[in-house]
């Protein structure tokens, strides 16, 4: 009776004595250990068959359309253009460029922001204070709103003679003269990034909060025994305790601050002059509205790769170190 | 909708249990017809849930056409108008189509052009009666007919315009461009923060609907309608760089803006003196302003007023196997009385002459009559050609654009390349 390959060690004896050196109880490990397999494969089948068919074909779709001229409506068969695409993209689209542009200002600033802001919120909400449940329901309402709902209200908020101006001048007595936060080229892209902040921002408090939750209070019993203050211990015991939940934190934030499009299709459309175009939202644009599927592909194609090297270079800066 | 149910409880007693079967599957079968005498079930897709006074009148005509004979059957299903052009897409991707659908007028081309849709082939007594903006055609062919038009024009009123002393246009004599412009400033100066109302905090078709007629007005144009296969000289010569200017201006100078409300709400609180918007809106102003309304053709601004023409019209789809009974359905459709029905219950301009007559608020010495005046002689359609929905995306993203403050030139410069771009990459679209 010999073993299946896998079970050989790869300085193994001849099959002989491995067989005899092989206990009963080993041996029934060993078919445990196959059987485990077998369960685990069917317990990861479903999940790995949706990611298969809503995610693995279309960005193979998407990758195979990006070189050829196929359009959402057209009675001629798609092209194959090789690279033409790309270098269009990157020589005669200033949309696109500003696009780019645009989606790493909003990262940049999101990213850093909102899970600062994040974190500031979720230590104040974990306390043992009564009524602090009701803290954590009113910061996270927004994320279970839909975000096409919330910005047609700030839409409406950050009209000129809307909410944040009457506010504004209100406040000042008139002195403070609000702008057309929507429609100018100076606020525009500011204005979105305020909002989806506020939208998001209870998400990932209550991702901090469970990580806040999962360190030990005896930790801080010991720190208080040592003399620290409040700002010592934060640094000392939260924030090392935080490290994996930083991690998720981070890579999440900036994959969806890089899908920047609901907030922009809903509220400017790209405009003014441009100012709050992004890559997804341009991909949209010409990919459907104007009709250029495989053009679109190939910015769709793009962004994919921009957002998987940002994700990995980031694992690799935040990779344990020991 | 009690008069839908009870129409096709009629239409169900009379047909057979297999067409009984294909009732809960509408746009699922196009019927293929059945052996035993039964009904055919004809397919058909609107853009109008949401807007009950044109669904009632759909319910109408498909009643009385089921009732009307037993070999055919239409059943009807209505998507919302925002999401109903990605459904036809949807469905022809999916070889899904309705046999009866309509469209907005400047799509036609296109869809012609991909195959959705085949030639209309209606009686031509019925066609040729039509406004001409009414009828849908590609590379002479058509395509699409449709009971209405919609017109645009300059509301105002008689009091505020006597009071600052400007002249009444007329069809025959319009205003000039000097003229707008000076009537503008006067108004500006008697009170009204913005004078004029142009609608443009709205967006999509909008956009190129209300705007390029006053483009080509100006001299300009969406694209050479001659060879239909650049907008080079059209979209940015110079008389399309003048009129953006101008048009730049009247942002600028604070003649318009692009703040408040979609629809006509600030010209009937006086908030605005003129207000360059849709025959739709007209019955709301005629209730707050009465007879002090004015009904203006837009300015001249060189090559005489324009507005834009078409709007939406019926077609087959070009997978139809009953296309037979689909045309039987229009013809009977375009029934005078029916489109007099859609006139006066959806405020649009009836596209027959007959049913003018026949409908309340549109015949001779009715209120909107003007509305049919204007359409009749300033309406020019968009381009019908295939690339119409890319043109009308890079046009709007270009007067946006433009009204916040982007130079002209370089902007128009930007939208003919990404025209032609777009239009080489589709081999021409067959001109």
Redesign the interface.
Known sequence: MTLPAQQITPHALPDEAVTQALTGRNRRRARAARQGHRSAYWMVAPATLLLLLFLVVPVLLAFGLSFT?A??????PPRFVGGDNFV?AFT?D?TFLRSLVNTFIFAVVVVPVQSALALGMAVLVNRKLRGVTLFRIIYFIPVVTSIVVISVLWEFMY???GLINALLSRVSGGALEGA?WL?D?RTALGAIIVLSIWQAVGFHMIIWLSGLQTIPEELYEAARMDGANGWQQFRSVTWPGLRSTMVFILVTITIQALGLFAQIDVMT??????TTTTLVYHAV?QGY????TGYGAAISLIFFVIVLVIALVQRWLTREKD | MSRKSFTGMLAITAASATALAACGQAGQSDGGGDGDGGTTELTMWTHSAGNPAELAIYEQIIGDYNESQDRYEVVVESFPQGAYNDAV?AG?AAGDLPCLLDMDGPIVP??A????IQPLDLDPAITDALLPTAVGEYQDEVYSAGYWDAALSVFARGSVLEENGIRVPTVEEPWTREEFDAALTTLQGAGYATPLDIGAED?GEWWSYAYSPMLQSAGGDLIDRESMLTAEGALNGPEAVEFFEWFQGLFERGLAS??GTIGNEEFNNDEVALSYTGVWNALDSLETVGEDLLILPPPDLGEGPKIGGASWQWGISAECEASEGAREYLEFSFDPQYIAAFADGQVVIPATAEAEELSEMFGEGDPLQPFVELSQQLALERPPTPAY??IS??FE?AG??IM???DVQETLD?AV?EID??IE???GYGF
Do not use: F
Not at chain 1, 269 to 274: I, T, V
Not at chain 1, 289 to 292: D, F, K, S, T, Y
Not at chain 2, 113 to 116: D, K, L
């Open positions: 001229n359009r959402l409506i057209s009675p001629n269009r005669q200033p009209q000129r003679d057309d429609n080229t459309q790209g405009g003014p002059l441009d644009q509205r104007r009709q250029e | 897409v022809a296109n869809w052009w991909a195959g959705y967006a692009n703040a929905p890319i995306s890079v993203r946006k654009d916040n403050g982007a930007q390349q771009t777009n990459s589709n081999d």
